[in-house]
């Protein structure tokens, strides 16, 4: 079993860069990726970023790239989300998933509870 615990959520202004945490505790980091979701009052769960087990390959759904940068610290056991320019429909609870890889929830195994980030204008 896999643990994650996600931070760094908050009201924060258009324009911020706010960066989001994942730790994982349990049986850590053993293969595939990690991910960022995120999902909107009224809509469905989206896709935002993911990363590799080794670090070294990431991707992006379109509305974010050159805005945020998810990384990983495999010593700490953490994936970060930096994110960047916020803007108003970034406004979501952002969720981290491990255990899987791809696009769609379906394809991770275990979940954070989610952290709230809040874009005013």
């Known amino acids: 079993q896999v643990q994650l615990v996600e931070s760094g959520g908050g009201l924060v202004q258009a324009g911020g860069s706010p960066r989001l945490s994942c730790t994982a505790s349990?049986?850590?980091?053993?293969?595939?990726?990690m991910g960022w979701f995120r999902q909107a009052p009224g809509k469905e769960q989206e896709f935002v970023a993911a990363?590799?087990?080794?670090?070294?390959?990431?991707y992006y759904v379109d509305s974010v790239k050159g805005r945020f940068t998810i990384s990983s610290d495999n010593g700490k056991h953490t994936v970060y989300l930096q994110m960047n320019s916020l803007k108003s429909e970034d406004t979501a609870v952002y969720y981290c998933?491990?255990?899987?890889?791809?696009?769609?929830?379906?394809?991770?195994?275990?979940w954070g509870q989610g952290t709230q980030v809040t874009v005013s204008s």
């Open positions: 998933a491990a255990g899987g890889w791809g696009t769609l929830p379906g394809q991770y195994v275990y």
């Open positions: 349990g049986r850590t980091f053993s293969s595939y990726g």
């Open positions: 990363i590799n087990l080794n670090g070294d390959f990431t």
